[in-house]
């Protein structure tokens, strides 16, 4: 076993406790907490180390948690070579509840990766642990791009929806009935992560109904709050254009996704959507030719 050296970064020293791979946290000559690494076999057979940390409370919001993981972290994914520990992959799992562990992680430089759901038991109400962790391979945190890294692993993710507002000569809707619910609605889809939301949807249209109808101006950012089960999203609404009502001949149905497809008037739309969908199609509706986008929550106010 690699022996344990007392440990620095000028402001806390680790200094080996009487357990392997656990340390005191000293700032100045003061006890203020221990931090541990326990190595654990990873599922590919790489070395990986879990991390704990526990801080006396007089002598927290110092940042002197922060500072002996980071310190131990690093120790613990140097090469033997030059007395590390030698790990390929270090991690911690915090709870979901307790912020301000998940702010030391963060700050330390472990990278968030997910949730681990649990069933809560007798001796923790939690209901998951975010999974956080820095590897061997990732660049030191005073580049640029590993800070970056760091800053989108936990900063806030929006769930993005792209539709398209067809129309034929009669000012009819292109809607299309679903196989997943009861409601119709425009055609589109989920915008994959770093995928442009205008291309997203012209290639919804086209893996759905197999048409290829390109992405025009965007009418409406209409904001979803939470529902049934889904996180709050974004829904933008392209301009399709007006075509004629034959294409719907040239219609091939994604048979997973989509029942049928047709042009709908505005009473119709409002009988086969949702209140909120209904409302989102005349938002878009009274905002073609209007020159710019305009923004609504929840399909606008009805």
């Known amino acids: 076993m690699t022996a344990q050296p007392t440990l620095t970064d000028?402001?806390?020293?680790?200094?080996?406790?009487?357990e392997?791979?656990?340390?005191?946290?000293?700032a100045g000559e003061e006890l203020v907490g221990r931090v541990a690494v326990v190595p654990v076999e990873g599922r590919t057979g790489e070395r990986?180390?879990?991390?704990?940390?526990?801080?006396a409370e007089t002598h927290r919001g110092r940042g002197y948690a922060t500072r002996a993981v980071r310190v131990l972290t690093d120790w613990s994914l140097a090469p033997?070579?030059?007395?590390?520990?030698?790990?390929?992959?270090?991690?911690?799992?915090?709870?979901?509840?307790?912020?301000?562990?998940?702010?030391v992680a963060t700050r330390a430089g472990l990278r968030r990766e997910g949730v681990r759901r649990v069933v809560p038991g007798e001796e923790s109400a939690t209901t998951g642990y975010v999974v956080l962790a820095r590897l061997a391979t990732d660049p030191p945190l005073s580049?640029?791009?590993?800070?970056?890294?760091?800053?989108?692993s936990f900063l806030p993710r929006k769930r993005a929806i792209g539709q398209m507002l067809v129309r034929d000569g009669e000012g009819r809707v292109l809607l299309c009935q679903?196989?997943?619910?009861?409601?119709?609605?425009?055609?589109?889809?989920?915008?994959?992560?770093?995928?442009?939301?205008?291309?997203?949807?012209?290639?919804?249209?086209?893996?759905?109904?197999?048409?290829?109808?390109?992405?025009?101006?965007?009418?409406?950012?209409?904001w979803l709050p939470p529902w049934?089960?889904?996180?709050?999203?974004l829904c933008l609404?392209?301009?399709?254009?007006?075509?004629?009502?034959?294409?719907?001949?040239?219609?091939?149905?994604?048979?997973?996704?989509?029942?049928?497809?047709?042009?709908?008037?505005?009473?119709?739309?409002?009988?086969?959507?949702a209140d909120f969908t209904a409302r989102r199609i005349e938002s878009a509706l009274a905002n073609v030719g209007r020159g710019g986008p305009a923004y609504v929550e929840s399909g606008g106010v009805g």
Do not use: M
């Open 48 to 55: 990986v180390g879990e991390l704990s940390w526990e801080l």
């Open 178 to 222: 679903l196989t997943y619910k009861q409601d119709w609605d425009l055609p589109g889809g989920v915008v994959e992560v770093g995928e442009s939301p205008q291309l997203a949807v012209a290639r919804e249209v086209e893996e759905e109904l197999a048409l290829h109808i390109d992405a025009g101006a965007l009418l409406l950012t209409d």
């Open 237 to 273: 609404v392209f301009d399709g254009g007006t075509h004629d009502a034959a294409i719907l001949e040239s219609v091939v149905e994604q048979p997973r996704e989509i029942r049928s497809a047709e042009f709908c008037t505005v009473e119709q739309v409002r009988e086969r959507c």
């Open 80 to 103: 033997v070579r030059e007395d590390g520990l030698g790990l390929s992959r270090v991690e911690a799992h915090v709870p979901t509840d307790l912020e301000a562990a998940l702010r």
């Open 228 to 233: 049934g089960g889904w996180d709050d999203a």
């Open 143 to 152: 580049e640029p791009g590993a800070f970056r890294s760091l800053l989108n």
């Open 10 to 18: 000028g402001t806390v020293t680790l200094e080996p406790a009487a």
């Open 20 to 26: 392997p791979h656990t340390f005191v946290v000293l």
